[in-house]
């Protein structure tokens, strides 16, 4: 999850051509307006005198302060020319200084802090990282396909696992549909190897960054790795890493119950689902494992999280990676 030394510089890069890009516009636009209203721009050139006026008077009398009547002059000016922006039907504000984010003035820093928009960059970073852009071209609603599940009942008497994964998309859909409305939702997807858990989880993945919203996927294997590196190799480099598995809008954990459990995981694996469930982020964990056999693997404090918080979706029915590649040779 940390950036690369190269991701950091791209990024740096996109800041430098931003306020390039905008410093160019502000500069047209400063053309645009002399020669359309010729007056602004000896307004532009009184101001520039009598900011200099101001340093030098400041440079050679430091003892007095004489710079408010010429700052009183600057801004009647200021409004002088706004004045003449309107009245020539420009916005008023059409040569103030253009910035993409304000906060930050493109430079994506808020003096030692990473900008919410830098964040932002970086969250685009993992979100390539994780493959995710390309599986949700194929791993969508729109190419799910219930035809791989057996619509014969169970000898228990449970729907068959066609019904079954159907209520299981409406659910899913009233999740992606209450995701601003009632955030903090949790999904807790248990079933066997190839019945769709992953498949069923990064459709939803799609929906909600078609929404916007900031999503990170990882295997258990990845989370944890990330979660020891940043708690044993703490640096600059991953100084992020916890604040974004805590605060991005849905996270996604794969396959949990794979990865090498011991009390490191469990102490981290409750504070991470503890600490999004107190700020209302989304999670969403796929596994192998019932939730007697999570029970049995995991502290009773995960457990009773997951019970209290998640809702829980068991998928059941054939490898449907076996049922493809069967397909595949007729």
Known sequence: MALSRTQYQAIMDSYARTRHENLMEHQRRKEEIYDAVPEIRAIDEKIAHISIEAAKYQLFHPETDGRAALRQKIYDLSMEKVNLLVIHQYPADYLDDIYTCPDCRDTGYIGSEKCHCFQQHIL?????????????????????????????????GALSPRENMREILGRCRRFIASFDSHPGGNLLISGNTGVGKTYLANCIAGEILKAGKSVIYMSAHQFFSQLADYTFRR?????????????????IIDDLGTELNNGFINSQLFLCINERILHRKSTIISTNLSLKQLSQTYTERISSRFIESYEYFHIYGEDIRIKKAVSSLD
Do not use: K
């Open 124 to 156: 685009h970073v993992l979100y390539d990282q994780s493959n995710l852009r390309e599986l949700i071209r194929v791993e969508n609603f729109q190419n799910f396909r219930l035809d791989y599940y057996s619509d014969r009942p169970e000898r228990n």
């Open 235 to 251: 640096g600059q480099e991953n100084a992020d890493t916890l604040s974004f598995l805590l605060h991005c809008d849905l996270l």
